[in-house]
């Protein structure tokens, strides 16, 4: 198999924007070379409940999943200087909302679904208990 570029973001729920305090809720993955964008999310209610006992967690959930929705909705096309690219530019793009992105990442992958899969793991997914 052949090795291409991806960048990524991770996704950050942010309960109270003056406190600053995230917990990692997702992750967007970009492929150019394969034509790929998909992004997943795992909201956990406990830790977010940690940081803010009046978070809005239905708040929360529906901005990770309309990032989910966009990715698998891209408007446009390269040639109109639009379409994947387009979109994870804007997904990734900085904003003061409840869930926001952290700054862009580079890697290289075979499979960027796996590789998805694997940043979901190692990033979003609650610590294991020791």
Known sequence: MSRHAFQYAVLRAVPRIDRGEFVNVGVIL????????????VVDDV????????????????SAE???????????????????????????????????????HAGVTEDPAHTLGALLGKLVAPPAPR
């Open 30 to 41: 970009y492929c150019q070379g394969l034509d790929y964008l998909h992004a997943s999310v």
């Open 47 to 62: 830790r977010l409940r940690a940081l803010a006992e009046e978070v809005d967690l239905d708040a929360v959930r529906t």
């Open 66 to 104: 309309a990032v989910v929705t966009a990715c698998r909705h891209p408007e446009g096309t390269a040639r109109e200087g639009t379409g994947l690219a387009h979109t994870f530019g804007r997904l990734t793009a900085p904003r003061s909302t409840v869930v926001q992105p952290s700054p862009v």
